[in-house]
C-alpha cells in the first residue's frame, strides 16, 4: 500500500520510449514540473502526450518539445509556445486539437471505462467532417488528417462522437498526497489532474506534501488512491507564471 518512490527519476524510471502519456495542468498551473524534468534527464523520446496544453518555450512539457522528444499532442490550447507552432508547421509534431471540454470529457470517460460519447462540440466543423491537419508534410501540405467522425440526431439535436482517451501512463501534481496515493489539489490546480490520473494505466504524482495515511480528510480527495500507482514528493518552491500583465507606470 505505500506507493512512495524516492526520487523522480526512480518515479518515472520504466517509461520507454513509444509511450502515451497524460500530463495534468493548465498552462503552467498544476504541472508535474519535477516528473517531466526526470523525463528529460531519462532521455525517452517518441513519446504521445496528451495534455491541455505544451507549456511554454523551455518551461514544462516545453522543455520535452525543445529537446525533440514529443511525436504527438493532443490539446486543446498551444498558443503559448513558439517552438511548438514551428514544429508543427514543419512537419515535425504531429497535433490534434481538441475542444477544451470534449478533452476533458475524453480524458473523464477513458477513466470511467466509457469507450466513446456524443456531444455537440464540433459538429458542422471539421471536427465532425474531418480535414483538421494532424501533420503537414513540411512544404504546406497536409500529410494526415483528421478523419471524419460518425454524427447521429437526438431530440432534434445533432452530435458528434468522440472517443475516450487512455494512456500507458499518466504524470499529475497535487498539493497534498498520503503513501497511499490519495491525493488534494489545490484551487486552479484541480483542472486537468484529476481527470489525466484517471485515464493512465499507471499513473504518477508529484506532490507538494506528503502525509501519513488518514492524515487526509476522505470528504477533501479529489483523486483515490485507487487511481495512483507511485508517489513522489517534490519541492513546491519552484512555481511559474505562465504570462505577467502589469499596469504601465503613470
Known amino acids: 500500500m505505500d506507493k512512495v518512490v524516492t526520487d523522480p527519476a526512480a518515479a518515472v524510471a520504466d517509461i520507454p520510449s513509444g509511450a502515451t502519456l497524460a500530463v495534468?495542468?493548465?498552462?503552467?498551473?498544476?504541472?508535474?514540473?519535477?516528473?517531466?524534468?526526470?523525463?528529460?534527464?531519462?532521455?525517452?523520446?517518441?513519446?504521445?502526450?496528451?495534455?491541455?496544453?505544451?507549456?511554454?518555450?523551455?518551461?514544462?512539457?516545453?522543455?520535452?518539445?525543445?529537446?525533440?522528444?514529443?511525436?504527438?499532442?493532443?490539446?486543446?490550447?498551444?498558443?503559448?509556445?513558439?517552438?511548438?507552432?514551428?514544429?508543427?508547421?514543419?512537419?515535425?509534431?504531429?497535433?490534434?486539437?481538441?475542444?477544451?471540454?470534449?478533452?476533458?470529457?475524453?480524458?473523464?470517460?477513458?477513466?470511467?471505462?466509457?469507450?466513446?460519447?456524443?456531444?455537440p462540440a464540433g459538429v458542422g466543423t471539421q471536427v465532425a467532417e474531418g480535414g483538421l491537419p494532424w501533420k503537414y508534410d513540411g512544404s504546406g501540405g497536409i500529410a494526415v488528417a483528421s478523419p471524419p467522425k460518425d454524427t447521429r440526431t437526438f431530440g432534434g439535436r445533432d452530435y458528434v462522437l468522440e472517443e475516450a482517451i487512455t494512456t500507458d501512463f499518466a504524470l499529475v501534481r497535487a498539493w497534498r498526497g498520503d503513501r497511499h496515493g490519495n491525493l488534494v489539489y489545490r484551487m486552479a490546480a484541480r483542472n486537468f489532474n484529476p481527470l489525466c490520473a484517471a485515464a493512465g494505466r499507471v499513473t504518477i504524482a508529484e506532490v507538494e506534501e506528503l502525509v501519513e495515511p488518514g492524515e487526509l480528510n476522505p470528504a477533501d480527495v479529489h483523486t483515490p488512491g485507487v487511481f495512483v500507482q507511485r508517489v513522489v514528493r517534490v519541492d513546491a518552491s519552484d512555481k511559474r507564471i505562465e504570462r505577467r500583465t502589469v499596469r504601465k507606470a503613470g
Open 24 to 119: 495534468g495542468g493548465f498552462g503552467l498551473c498544476g504541472i508535474p514540473s519535477d516528473l517531466i524534468g526526470a523525463l528529460l534527464d531519462a532521455g525517452v523520446d517518441d513519446l504521445a502526450v496528451v495534455s491541455y496544453n505544451c507549456g511554454v518555450d523551455e518551461w514544462g512539457l516545453g522543455v520535452l518539445l525543445m529537446a525533440k522528444r514529443l511525436r504527438r499532442m493532443t490539446s486543446s490550447y498551444v498558443g503559448e509556445n513558439k517552438e511548438f507552432e514551428r514544429q508543427f508547421l514543419s512537419g515535425e509534431l504531429e497535433v490534434e486539437l481538441t475542444p477544451q471540454g470534449t478533452l476533458a470529457e475524453r480524458l473523464r470517460a477513458g477513466g470511467a471505462g466509457i469507450p466513446a460519447f456524443y456531444t
